[in-house]
T-cell receptor, first 113, second 115 residues
Framework: GEDVEQSLFLSVREGDSSVINCTYT??????LYWYKQEPGAGLQLLTY?????DMKQDQRLTVLLNKKDKHLSLRIADTQTGDSAIYFC?????????????FGQGTTLQVKP | NAGVTQTPKFQVLKTGQSMTLQCAQD?????MSWYRQDPGMGLRLIHY???????DQGEVPNGYNVSRSTTEDFPLRLLSAAPSQTSVYFC??????????????FGPGTRLTVT
């Protein structure tokens, strides 16, 4: 079945760039998403990318999609301590664009001052 | 707008008890869903609904029931609680964009412990 994999932990210094990686299996996914979860809170949508795009930039966030390798990444420029959180990537299931998502396990980003 | 609200925030149940987790949204979203979050496993879809009167199963539906009698409310019922249902439960809602992305808004979660 469909699966999404992420590395579990990333530590960076404040001001550096962070790159969080994700691999997925469903080549027919229409959208891929990045969510952020702060402690004790629900998930917050950060950004998403349509499957026929290679890159999307939104302020400090850059999403890169390599559809051939089924690899998605999220780059956060000038990482701040407020960016410390768990980041989830998710793929939409199948080609019919429903709201059904498969989530990765989440990457905990630790930002050191 | 209150967004997506969930009650209760915390709940402890004994094995075999039943209960309903409440979810409501005031954004007139057609699409609503329930996820559970377990350590190291991300979120898994339990049930979802594309509109009032329409529900369907997700990845892990066993042991849970849902109904959608109004656009605003999407309760999740645990019929006979089991320790394996100890988890954090999130409700989410989105408008249905047709060909666009589903921008799902999540509630704050309900932490459920079954002893």
């Amino acid at each position: 079945g469909e699966d999404v994999e992420q590395s579990l932990f990333l530590s960076v210094r404040e001001g550096d760039s962070s790159v969080i990686n994700c691999t997925y299996t469903d080549s027919s996914s229409t959208y891929l998403y990045w969510y952020k979860q702060e402690p004790g809170a629900g998930l917050q949508l950060l950004t998403y990318i349509f499957s026929n795009m290679d890159m999307k930039q939104d302020q400090r966030l850059t999403v890169l999609l390599n559809k051939k390798d089924k690899h998605l990444s999220l780059r956060i420029a000038d990482t701040q301590t407020g960016d410390s959180a768990i980041y989830f990537c998710a793929e939409s299931i199948g080609s019919s664009n429903t709201g059904k998502l498969i989530f990765g396990q989440g990457t905990t980003l630790q930002v050191k001052p | 707008n209150a967004g997506v609200t969930q009650t209760p925030k915390f709940q402890v149940l004994k094995t075999g008890q039943s209960m309903t987790l409440q979810c409501a949204q005031d954004m007139n979203h057609e699409y609503m869903s329930w996820y559970r979050q377990d350590p190291g496993m991300g979120l898994r879809l339990i049930h979802y609904s594309v509109g009032a009167g329409i529900t369907d199963q997700g990845e892990v539906p066993n042991g849970y029931n849902v109904s959608r009698s109004t656009t605003e409310d999407f309760p999740l019922r645990l019929l006979s609680a089991a320790p394996s249902q100890t988890s954090v439960y999130f409700c989410a809602s989105s408008y249905s964009p047709g060909v666009g992305a589903y921008e799902q808004y999540f509630g704050p979660g309900t932490r459920l412990t079954v002893t």
